[in-house]
């Protein structure tokens, strides 16, 4: 359903001036890659409220992940080429479904397209879930690693809303994500001021961080922590911790046979 109101606690100025400003970051013109996802978002959004959209932005967007960069097993290549880093998680997954959740309204075609990427981002879910070590680390490869958790957006997504794969368990979720923050958020991670470094964990690897990259961009991270959107009694609070993927596989226990899906 679109929106009429927004921003309650916002006065009408302010909300007027948002709507101007979001409007005028159409004479940006977004480089082939998860960057069409931003444009659809803000056309999304005015959409949402009642403005007028460029809804060009937003098929061009949605269309490019969903038949052009789709290249199978819930992953999406960030352009004509595919490149292998955390951008899935990042940016593409979760903006190709909310972009999509809030254009259903305007189409059927939206209604499958946000079906089928839902599904695939489940099924991204699942890598992202194996590739917590047994000791709460993951893989660190490809660009804009300085993001740090924000690799598990995706996860973290389908956690909150409750749509978890049938064969992976809140209890091992919570378990697997809390390890990987702990080892991340340590002191050193943070500036004195308090701030997030550039870099993983620490204070030595400021040489991650990219051109487009700064101070701000750290928090991209905080998208990881969507479940804390659940109330104190949600089962992914109050179910008993239990062993992910990777420690019942090299804890020589039985764990889920991997598949590759064709959706």
């Known amino acids: 359903m679109r929106q009429k109101h927004y921003g309650k606690p916002l006065d009408e100025l302010t909300k007027k001036r948002v709507v101007e400003e979001f409007k005028l970051l159409r004479k940006i013109k977004p480089n082939e890659s998860n960057w069409l996802l931003f444009a659809a978002m803000i056309e999304t959004f005015l959409y ?3 403005e007028d959209c460029v809804r060009e932005k937003i098929d061009y967007a949605v269309n490019k992940f969903d038949q052009e960069w789709y290249v199978g097993d819930g992953w999406y290549s960030d352009g004509a080429r595919f490149s292998f880093d955390h951008y899935n998680g990042y940016v593409i997954h979760n903006m190709q479904v909310e972009a999509l959740r809030h254009n259903r309204c305007a189409g059927e075609k939206y209604k499958e397209m946000f079906d089928r ?5 489940q099924r991204y879910a699942h ?3 194996r590739m917590i070590s047994p000791e709460g680390h993951y893989l660190v490869v490809g660009r804009s690693s ?15 809303e409750n749509r978890l794969p049938e064969d992976i368990s809140k209890g091992q979720v919570r378990a697997a994500l809390t390890a990987v923050l702990k080892h991340i958020f340590i002191d050193k991670t943070f500036s004195p001021s308090g701030w997030l470094r550039m870099g993983v964990l620490g204070d030595r690897q400021e040489n991650l961080a990219d051109y487009y990259t700064n101070a701000g961009s750290m928090y991209v991270a905080s998208l990881s922590f969507l479940p804390l959107g659940l109330p104190d009694d949600d089962e992914f609070w109050t179910c008993a911790a ?4 990777s420690q019942k596989a090299w804890g020589a226990e039985q764990f889920p046979k991997d598949y590759y899906v064709a959706y």
């Open 146 to 160: 300085t993001y740090k958790n924000a690799a598990f957006q995706p996860l973290a997504a389908v956690a909150l």
């Open 242 to 245: 239990e062993k992910w993927t």
């Open 127 to 129: 890598h992202l879930e």
């Open 117 to 121: 990427a839902y599904k695939r981002m």
């Open 48 to 50: 949402s409220i009642n």
